[in-house]
């Protein structure tokens, strides 16, 4: 019996409140519907938390069989909290604040199946509170059925190497530079130039997947002056870290 464990679970609770809360901002009232993605492909966003979802379900029904409960719980703990939460919900707020209307309509959708799919496979291991964010949730997505009890356990799709790949460089390209913005101690809301040296062409081909991220500056397609493309080496003042054969320099603005 560990109280710190008791605590780090209600932490977790409150994570998805949070989550599911801001959800439901975003979302109620929107449109959101399955329909509204006719005739448009998700984002490689969307696409990347969809294809992880899967990943996710797939451990939690490889460990159920294996009769491992702690291991399927802390699968399920590791997406909501590190994937859906911490990286997915922060590109979100920027593509619904930057994206066109069909666009959104995709990422609000995503939202909610992503979180629905979530509540069922976490009800079995916490009911109450995944009942409670599940009937806020069913009629935005058309669901029928008075509880979430009688709903299927999710099952495992397809998987996106490719949207996961380029998302997973994405990630490693934001935290390189917050690396930077560390060493610099600069602020958040402090506009950085970032600049790439090296690399092949399909990080080249990376630098333009349309996405608006935690640091939306730094892949912002629409600001040409947040990335460019650096093949010389760059001015003595610069900061650099590396991902891979690639490395991106922030050029703080003064």
Not at 65 to 93: H, P
Not at 105 to 134: D, K, Q, Y
Request: proline letters at 6%.
């Amino acid at each position: 019996f560990d109280i710190g464990r008791i605590a780090g679970n209600r932490n977790f609770c409150n994570k998805l409140w949070n989550a599911a809360r801001f959800v439901l901002l975003q979302t109620e009232g929107q449109d959101a519907a399955p329909g509204a993605q006719a005739g448009r492909r998700p984002d490689v966003i969307d696409r990347w938390i969809v294809s992880r979802l899967h990943r996710a379900v797939a451990e939690v029904e490889s460990q159920l069989s294996a009769y491992r409960l702690d291991l399927a719980a802390q699968a399920l703990y590791e997406f909501t909290w590190n994937e859906y939460c911490d990286w997915y919900l922060e590109f979100a707020k920027a593509m619904l604040q930057d994206g066109d209307a069909a666009g959104r309509a995709v990422t609000r959708h995503t939202l909610l199946s992503v979180l629905e799919t979530t509540l069922r496979a976490l009800h079995p291991i916490m009911p109450f509170i995944t009942e409670e964010i599940w009937q806020r949730v069913r009629p935005l997505l058309g669901l029928e059925g008075e509880t979430i009890m009688l709903r299927p356990f999710p099952v495992a799709g397809a998987i996106d190497v490719a949207a996961e790949r380029d998302v997973d460089w994405i990630k490693e390209v934001i935290q390189g530079v917050r690396r930077i913005r560390a060493e610099l101690n600069l602020s958040p809301a402090q506009m950085l130039d970032a600049l790439f040296q090296g690399g092949d062409q399909s990080d080249r081909e990376r630098r333009h997947v349309g996405v608006a991220g935690p640091e939306p500056w730094l892949v912002d397609p629409r600001r040409p002056d947040a990335v460019r493309a650096e093949h010389e080496p760059g001015p003595p003042e610069v900061r650099r870290t590396r991902v891979g054969d690639v490395r991106p320099l922030a050029v703080e603005h003064l």
